[in-house]
């Protein structure tokens, strides 16, 4: 073997060792940084889902947790079909331009060019539902709560929104809206003569071999389906009933970590999307948002990404197009943490260290800051919560409840409620001094002012 070769060998040899000992320094496998990082949770039963994470056209990693069905002891696995929610969105908007490369429609339409009696339909364009910047309302305000409960046509529920008065002019600025989506989902109807379902299933799903995708109908028998549970307190419970159609357009549909990856594939080439299509699609308007997706950069890295968030369930999306990487996570149970991991597993995606999700040991606390936050706290015009300092922490009771749960601290301003299954900080008004609370169960902030 000639010197050179030798030579060349010795270092691959020596860079191969490295990287070993740097692997064993770092002490875990990527499989293992994530176990380690869900550990606090998944001990505590707060937390449920699949994630898959891959890198340069190839799944790095691919594993699911907790249980799919709690009743039956269904383990999460990758083949577990998850509701996307808001993550409809995407595949809603590129219908859209599916049908403008067809010739069928063009994005700067008026609404009224599809529904002539819709109000103000000639000022509002289908760009404009894409992009969040119409006017309207989301489809939660104003919207009769009795809709979700029984099966409703695309057109019904548009015809539902149309005395709910606009609450911007068209174009003036960015509010996340269900209700446009719904009516672009009408426009795809009526445009393409197939119900809305029935259009992605033949141009984007079947296409893509996404053969565990499509939309989430009660009645149907999906495989490997997931249940949804929510957790407002000591016990975990399944949601109640909704009728997903009845928000075709926004968040109907289900999916699987697999099927979504082979989506993420697809938009790096034209398999569904022109390049021009694919270009408007990304391009960040008002609001940091597209087309179906929201493109921002995150510490030098741009992500393309979306989240969904529908009775019981929370997943997301997160593109890292310049590296290549996407990170895919479902969950089946409205965990308070449930942002906190997805944000934790984008850390490790990308070689950073995780914000860990609970402490190990309850930071501690003095005394004086402590008596700061003691006192009287009001929800709403009746429900108040008392909080005392205690010497590990605080001790919180609410009204017309005897039992009084303690608060582990997390910080000096962020508190672990285990009996309710909640996080809570404290809020500081202009003098500094507290001024309320913010209690966060599930995705939702409940805030309270301090009354004495």
Avoid at 12 to 39: H, M, N, P, R
Avoid at 116 to 130: C, N, R
Avoid at 154 to 182: M, R, T
Avoid at 422 to 451: E, H
Wanted: glycine share 8%; with cysteine; charged share 20%.
């Amino acid at each position: 073997m000639a010197l050179s070769n030798r030579v060349e060998w010795r270092a691959l040899l020596f860079l191969a060792a490295f990287f070993i000992i740097a692997l064993s320094v770092s002490g875990q496998t990527l499989e293992e940084k994530i176990d380690s990082f869900l550990q606090p949770i998944l001990k505590e039963d707060l937390i449920s889902g699949t994630i898959l994470i891959g890198q340069k056209g190839e799944i790095i990693f691919s594993k699911g947790y907790g249980l799919a069905d709690r009743e039956h002891s269904v383990p999460n696995s990758p083949e577990t079909a998850f509701r996307l929610g808001s993550m409809t969105k995407q595949f809603t908007a590129a219908a859209i331009l599916i049908l403008e490369e067809k010739g069928k429609l063009s994005v700067n339409d008026p609404l009224s060019k599809y529904y002539s009696d819709f109000p103000e339909g000639d000022k509002i364009t289908l760009h404009q539902l894409l992009t969040h910047t119409s006017g309207l309302a989301n489809f939660s305000q104003g919207a009769d709560s009795n809709m979700f409960m029984f099966p409703h046509t695309v057109d019904q529920v548009i015809e539902s929104l149309k005395d709910i008065p606009l609450q911007s002019a068209p174009g003036e600025k960015f509010a996340y809206s269900n209700a446009g989506y719904i009516i672009l989902a009408g426009v795809i109807e009526k445009v393409s003569g197939e119900k809305y379902a029935d259009f992605l299933e033949n141009n984007i799903f079947k296409p893509l071999g996404m053969s565990h995708t499509g939309q989430d109908v009660y009645e149907k028998i999906v495989p490997h389906r997931a249940e949804g549970y929510i957790c407002f307190g000591p016990e975990i419970t399944r949601v109640g009933y909704r009728d997903l159609p009845t928000m075709s357009g926004a968040g109907s549909l289900y999916s699987t970590s697999h099927d979504l990856f082979l989506w993420d594939q697809a938009l790096y080439s034209d398999k569904i999307l022109s390049a021009a299509s694919r270009q408007k699609t990304f391009t960040a308007g008002q609001g940091n948002y597209g087309y179906g997706w929201f493109i921002e950069d995150r510490a030098g890295h741009k992500a393309i990404s979306h989240r969904g968030e529908i009775s019981g369930f929370i997943g997301s999306i997160d593109r890292y197009v310049d590296d290549s990487l996407v990170v895919i996570a479902l969950f089946n149970f409205e965990s308070t943490f449930a942002r906190a991991v997805i944000r934790g597993l984008s850390d490790i995606a990308l070689g950073r260290e995780p914000k860990p999700l609970l402490v190990a040991t309850p930071a501690a606390v003095d005394s004086i800051t402590l008596n700061k936050y003691a006192g009287i706290y009001l929800f709403g015009p009746v429900d108040t919560m008392f909080v005392k300092p205690v010497e590990s922490g605080l001790i919180l009771t609410q009204s017309g409840n005897t039992d009084s749960l303690p608060a582990e601290p997390q910080n000096n301003n962020l508190f672990w409620i285990r009996g309710m299954n909640a996080m809570l900080k404290f809020d500081f008004g202009a003098d500094s001094t507290i001024a309320g609370l913010t209690l966060i169960n599930s995705v939702n902030p409940y805030r309270a002012i301090r009354i004495e």
